[in-house]
Structure formats: structure tokens, C-alpha cells
Nanobody, 125 residues
């Protein structure tokens, strides 16, 4: 069973950058698509970015396209989310997730069966 642990969240001013990391246990991580989702207070959880099993294909929500970059290092069992030009509306708890259902990058939340505990990102104006 793959376990996921996020880190790297914090408080940053608008326009700043943060890099989130998601460390995964288990060898099967390398065959899973991985994604980042976020949930702001009072809102539903939403898709942010996804990457395929080998890191050659990525997919982004329109709201973060051009500002966020997802990447993975299978040798380190880690997925990253580089967040640049942060906006106040990016404030949320960010979750890392793994999809055993497909190796392809996908924004379909229901395909992600394994979730981390989340890390808070707060962007101040």
C-alpha cells in the first residue's frame, strides 16, 4: 500500500513561490499517475495538476496553467508542485494523491484512491 506525505506548505505573499513535495512509500508508486488537488475553506476539493507514471505527460487546471509545474522523481519516490506567481485565491489545503487505476495523467478525482494528509498554503495580499 502506497502512503503519501506532503510537505512544503506555508505562508507566502502574493507573487511569491512555494514548492510542495509529496513523499511516497512503496515500489508501486512508480506505476501510478499522481496528482495534486486543493480545498479552500467552504469550497469543494478541486483538481490542480497531474502527471503520468513516468513524468512525460502533465495536465493542469486552467486556473494554475503557466504558474504551477508538477514533476516527479521516481528514484526518490517523490512528486513536486512548484507554485509561482501565487495569488490570494490559491490559498487552500493542498493534497497529493495517487491513482492506481491509470498510469496516465488525469484530472478525474474519482480515479485517485490514495491521499496524503494535506499541507496548508496561505497566500497573503
Amino acid at each position: 500500500q502506497v502512503q503519501l506525505v506532503e510537505s512544503g506548505g506555508g505562508l507566502v505573499q502574493a507573487g511569491g513561490s512555494l514548492r510542495l513535495s509529496c513523499a511516497a512509500s512503496g515500489r508501486t508508486f512508480r506505476s501510478y499517475a499522481m496528482g495534486w488537488f486543493r480545498q479552500a475553506p467552504g469550497k469543494d476539493r478541486e483538481f490542480v495538476a497531474a502527471i503520468n507514471w513516468i513524468g512525460t505527460s502533465t495536465y493542469y487546471a486552467d486556473s494554475v496553467k503557466g504558474r504551477f509545474t508538477i514533476s516527479r522523481d521516481n528514484a526518490k519516490n517523490t512528486v513536486y508542485l512548484q507554485m509561482n506567481s501565487l495569488k490570494v485565491e490559491d490559498t487552500a489545503v493542498y493534497y497529493c494523491a495517487a491513482s492506481p487505476s491509470t498510469p496516465q495523467a488525469t484530472g478525474v478525482m474519482g480515479l485517485y484512491k490514495l491521499w496524503g494528509q494535506g499541507t496548508q498554503v496561505t497566500v497573503s495580499s
